[in-house]
């Protein structure tokens, strides 16, 4: 079983930054990929940016490329989303995820279905 907590969350007005992390640990297999996904009241959960674990491979959601950057550090067992430039729809729980398949696609990264774990949420509010 993987443990996922995540921090960094809060409000920002438009144009600010905020960096969330996620820690994982008690796993018996390693993920193979970590991600960050988020919903917004009344829509579906979208994946925002993933990671490999193991080899040099991320993707991130065309919505927030140039503005969201995804990290790891192995060593911690960590992974990073830092988003600058935020806008209000932007605001929405964001969770991250892990998950054990591996040789994952782009797409697939950014999947719900491809993550066997899943952090509680933490809210973002961008406001104007």
């Known amino acids: 079983q993987v443990q996922l907590v995540a921090s960094g969350g809060g409000s920002v007005q438009a144009g600010g930054s905020l960096r969330l992390s996620c820690a994982a640990s008690g796993y018996m297999y390693r993920p193979q990929y970590m991600g960050w996904f988020r919903q917004a009241p009344g829509k579906q959960r979208e994946g925002v940016a993933a990671t490999a674990i193991e080899i040099i491979s991320s993707t991130i959601a065309e919505s927030v490329k140039g503005r969201f950057t995804i990290s790891k550090d192995n060593a911690k067992n960590t992974v990073y989303l830092q988003m600058n430039n935020l806008r209000p729809e932007d605001t929405a729980m964001y969770y991250c995820?892990?998950?054990?398949?591996?040789?994952?696609?782009?797409?697939?990264?950014?999947?719900?279905?491809?993550?066997?774990?899943w952090g509680q949420g933490i809210q973002v509010t961008v406001s104007s």
């Open positions: 995820a892990a998950g054990l398949n591996d040789q994952l696609g782009a797409a697939q990264m950014l999947a719900t279905d491809e993550y066997n774990y």
